[in-house]
């Protein structure tokens, strides 16, 4: 008889959240919701952990975590297109809570053994994510290590970590512990992946954390196509990216909507130190508009900046290839006769 085919980590992950969750009254959840939203988006920095108690945590999960996962697989995917070659073989998810952004590493690396260690200072969290992890197929989840810790300036990091992510945790704390948490990955790691929401003040934390990164010797690997100063002028714009989520039924009753997925709008920079990384094309940092017989992209690039670029039918091919292109997405721009 032949082994079952192993589940998509994103199906695995839904089968997992389905059976911890099963019986959860929505009603219950909604109420731990509201303030968990604000908390998520950043306006209400603290020194306690925000994922208080098991109703704040079943509610994290149903409402957040796999907007949480797609996000980050999102930003892991565009640094592994960048640097395909390499695989961590240990990451460390600071701020994990439930495992979201080790599931996305265990997606995004498929069939690659590493060490996961899940630090946060939520007992509940990481007590609900060791439960889902043990119902995994990635053995890197099941055999992942869950401490607690707290997030800010006593953060320890193993040194010699090949991947830290710090994934919707730099809202919850002050400026001071914002930026310890930053150096401390700096300090440790080989490579660091951040995600912010995709709001301006999301936006604002990414571009900080990115210059700290770069001054500790890091190089940008995405979405920025340089290292560079960000060419976005401070107030005009933010830089943030979307991921399509998959709702759960329990997850469009605790949202209150009917839709069988929801946008996820996220901020993030990955960078790494000790690495080559090769030369970058354009980011198209806009969703594209597609208009008779032209795709108009708006991209960050290596030499220009930010700039738009007009792809129409006499390009051939390559105006085929534009219409295909989703925002996020790196582009090759076309080269002039």
Known sequence: MHAPHPLPVADNLRTALASVLDGLPPRQASQAVERLIANYRGRTPTHTPVLRDRSDVVAYAAY???????????????????????????????????????????????????????????????????????????????????????????????????????SYVLGELTEADRRAVTDEAARAARAVVMIEPGTPDGYLRVIEARD???????????????????????????????????????????????????????????????????????????????????????????????ARETVTKRHGPLYKAARDTDWGDEWASPQED
């Open 64 to 166: 957040r975590m796999p907007a949480t996962f797609e996000a980050v697989r999102s930003a892991l995917e565009a640094f592994r297109d960048r640097l395909p070659e390499w695989v961590p073989a240990s990451h460390v998810d600071v701020g994990g809570g439930t495992g979201a952004a080790s599931w996305a590493v265990a997606a995004a690396w498929a069939g690659h053994e590493r060490r996961t260690t899940v630090l946060d200072w939520a007992e509940p969290a990481l007590a609900l994510g060791a439960e889902l992890a043990s119902a995994a197929q990635d053995e890197g989840l099941r055999t992942a290590q869950w401490r607690r810790q707290t997030i800010g300036g006593a953060l320890a990091i193993p040194d010699g970590t090949d991947l830290v992510t710090v």
């Open 212 to 306: 700290r990164l770069i001054a500790a010797g890091f190089r940008v690997v995405a979405p920025c196509p340089h290292s560079a100063a960000c060419p976005i002028q401070p107030g005009s714009d933010w830089c943030h990216f979307s991921a399509r989520v998959s709702r759960s039924s329990l997850h469009r009753q605790v949202k209150g909507g009917s839709l069988p997925y929801e946008d996820e709008k996220f901020s993030y920079v990955a960078a790494v130190r000790d690495l080559d990384v090769p030369a970058a094309p354009a980011r198209v940092v806009r969703k594209p508009q597609i208009r008779k017989g032209q795709v108009l992209l708006d991209l960050c690039t290596p030499e220009d900046g930010l």
